[in-house]
């Protein structure tokens, strides 16, 4: 099994493997491409998105600037919209549905290190020095309609529900159904509500 197979599959994987290093100087290649890119150069955006995403839905946008680790273990859905300074570090498949909407300063990770240090600090080297501690990495999935607050961070492993809302500043470390508000740290649900309910009814419960 390679190095790539064991990361994508979450087992413990070491990321100075030169094929790891060589997408991930790939990835950086094209996002600071994406990052350089203008408000009218909306074309050369969604080229070079689809050239660092696993996938990219129809009006897919992401505001620059944006990092990643990888891009190709991305994909997000149609009508997705992600605010400035988005960092997603998809070491494992990270699946974002249709009409997302993400609030600016959002961290997604994937990655995570061993908690025993003998593990956790066995390093491997690159040629110039630079150290790549052990690492594994589980998936993260949002799921259709989800609008994620400002400054949240989703740690490995977590899916968030369809239609739900994470509020501004959450660390999510555990998984949220559909159809909430979630909150906090770490992150819980703080009210539940009908899909199909109205904005008057929304505005009788009061805010959120």
């Known amino acids: 099994m390679t190095q790539r197979e064991r990361m994508l599959s979450g087992g413990l ?3 100075a493997d030169p094929e790891l290093f ?7 290649r094209l996002t600071r491409l994406y990052n350089q ?3 009218d150069q909306p074309e050369e955006r969604r080229r070079l998105l689809e050239a660092l995403l696993g996938g990219v839905g129809e009006n897919a946008f992401l505001e ?38 993400i609030a600016p300063n959002v961290q997604i990770y994937t990655a995570g290190h061993p ?14 020095g630079t150290p790549f501690f052990r690492t594994y990495a589980k998936p993260v999935r949002i799921e259709d309609g989800v609008w994620i607050g400002g400054g949240a ?7 968030v529900g369809r239609n739900s809302v994470i509020g501004a500043g959450s660390v999510v470390n555990r998984s949220i159904p559909e159809n909430c508000v979630a909150a906090g740290n770490p992150c819980r649900v703080v009210r539940r509500f009908d899909p199909e309910e109205t ?10």
Do not use: M
Request: charged letters at 25%; a negative charge.
């Open 199 to 208: 904005a008057e009814r929304r505005v009788a419960h009061g805010p959120i």
């Open 37 to 39: 890119t203008a408000e």
């Open 64 to 101: 620059p600037p944006f990092r990643c680790d990888y891009g190709g273990n991305i994909t997000v859905g149609r009508d997705f919209y992600a605010n400035y300074d988005c960092i997603i570090l998809d070491v494992c498949p990270v699946t974002i549905g249709d009409r997302v909407l």
């Open 153 to 159: 961070i989703l740690l490995p492993g977590v899916t």
């Open 22 to 28: 060589r997408l991930r100087q790939e990835a950086r």
């Open 115 to 128: 908690i025993l240090p003998q593990e956790r600090l066995a390093a491997d080297w690159l040629e110039k």
């Open 13 to 15: 994987y070491s990321a």
